[in-house]
């Protein structure tokens, strides 16, 4: 949206990056606050997270996105559909298919990395991830997924604000309404459960994708 609206790709990145760290941890404290996350559980990928993001971050300015914009649309219609689908992706905890110390550094870093270099989609990432390899119910995922998010968009934000590159009056403004945003949308994942996020993570990921898509086409 930022880059239709004629702003230089990082500048875009960065100033997106600032106005989602408002939302996402709007919704990290009524998770919190209804019961939703362990942060002490989930120390270790927020680790793991941050490195990978310190890593994007400082890598996207020095490295062409141009081949992962035209990839990533394709994986995230990929990752759509799976979610459509997934028997494995409800409103149950299942058994995990994978121990949290492969799933910390490969998940938590690998994804926190994605989310410094380029970003779009990550949330979906690892929701799904939480969902299909922790055994994760979707309810439970979505709210695991908002602190790595924001330690993921904090460190990106803080690496390019320190580039000069947030456009302050859009990412204030933007910052405003997606604190509202977040608590309402957080409210009623916590209350409607998979019925909800399944529909909302599948459309809006496609969302992502055909953007991606008319982007590059461009």
Not at 7 to 32: D, E, H, M, R, Y
Not at 44 to 67: D, H, I, N, R
Request: hydrophobic residues 55%.
């Amino acid at each position: 949206m930022l880059l239709w609206a004629g702003l230089p790709p990082l500048n875009a990145l960065a100033t997106n990056k600032f106005q989602s760290v408002f939302g996402t941890l709007s919704s990290t404290i009524n998770f919190f606050r209804q019961g939703y996350i362990d942060l002490a559980a989930l120390w270790p990928a927020l680790c793991y997270a941050l490195v990978g993001s310190v890593l994007g971050s400082f890598l996207v300015q020095k490295v062409s996105t141009e081949y992962l914009s035209l990839m990533m649309p394709y994986f995230l219609i990929a990752l759509a559909f799976y979610m459509f689908f997934s028997p494995t992706i409800t409103d149950k905890d299942l058994p995990p298919k994978i121990s949290e110390k492969i799933f910390n550094p490969v998940v938590g870093g690998g994804i926190g990395l994605y989310g410094g270099f380029f970003g779009p989609g990550m949330g979906s990432f690892f929701a799904v991830a939480f969902a299909s390899l922790q055994g994760f119910n979707l309810r439970k995922a979505t709210a695991y997924t908002k602190p790595l998010v924001l330690i993921v968009n904090t460190t990106s934000m803080v690496v390019f604000l320190w580039g000069g590159h947030i456009v302050w009056g859009l990412a204030l403004a933007m910052a405003a309404s997606q604190i509202v945003g977040a608590r309402l949308g957080s409210s009623l994942v916590i209350h409607k459960g998979t019925a909800l996020i399944k529909p909302v993570i599948v459309v809006m990921t496609l969302a992502i994708a055909i953007k991606l898509l008319l982007e590059s086409s461009n």
